[in-house]
């Protein structure tokens, strides 16, 4: 079993930045996978950036590209999201997300099993 728990949401203006933070526990050494994941109100959930937990890979959703940096902190067992040049499309709920053993493509959205209790940001135009 992991344990995710967010932090570091809030309202934050166009242009200006959010750091998200996604603290982990337990079987940390299962995990094979993570990510940051948002839904906006009337949206579906999306992949916003991921992380080979061993490789180091990432992958960025395109609208997100040069603007967020997905990292992880493995002494601190945490997972950060960082948000640059926030847009108000960037509004949404985000969750935190680890997938231990899966099967399909690399770290696919199908793979997370854990999950945090998710994190409001919200960009004001």
């Known amino acids: 079993q992991v344990h995710l728990v967010e932090s570091g949401g809030g309202s934050v203006q166009a242009g200006g930045s959010v750091r998200l933070s996604c603290a982990a526990s337990?079987?940390?050494?299962?995990?094979?996978?993570l990510a940051w994941f948002r839904q906006a109100p009337g949206k579906e959930r999306e992949g916003v950036a991921k992380r080979g937990a061993h490789s180091g890979d990432t992958w960025y959703t395109d609208s997100v590209k040069g603007r967020f940096t997905i990292s992880r902190d493995i002494a601190k067992n945490t997972l950060y999201l960082q948000m640059n040049n926030l847009k108000p499309e960037d509004t949404a709920m985000y969750y935190c997300?680890?997938?231990?053993?899966?099967?399909?493509?690399?770290?696919?959205?199908?793979?997370?099993?854990?999950w945090g209790q998710g994190t409001q940001v919200t960009v004001s135009s």
């Open positions: 337990g079987s940390i050494p299962s995990i094979n996978c």
């Open positions: 997300a680890a997938a231990g053993t899966y099967s399909g493509s690399w770290c696919n959205d199908g793979a997370y099993r854990y």
